[in-house]
């Protein structure tokens, strides 16, 4: 496994860590219960897992 050693803080750290505590806080999930919540059927949960956007990015 490797484990990384930068330790600086950038633009992308940031803004992911952002848009993860804001999608977390509006909708009630974080990203790995949100696509098990999926199995649900609500129309919440399948907003907010299509509003990650493609992975990777």
Do not use: Y
């Not at 990384?4 to 940031?14: E, G, M, N, P, Y």
């Not at 974080?30 to 919440?44: I, N, Q, R, T």
């Amino acid at each position: 496994m490797k484990l990384f050693t930068a330790s600086h803080i950038d633009w992308r750290l940031v803004t992911g860590s952002t848009q993860f505590g804001n999608g977390w806080s509006i909708a009630g999930f974080s990203p790995g219960p949100g696509l098990v919540a999926l199995g649900m059927g609500e129309f919440k949960v399948l907003v907010f897992v299509c509003g990650h956007g493609p992975p990777g990015l």
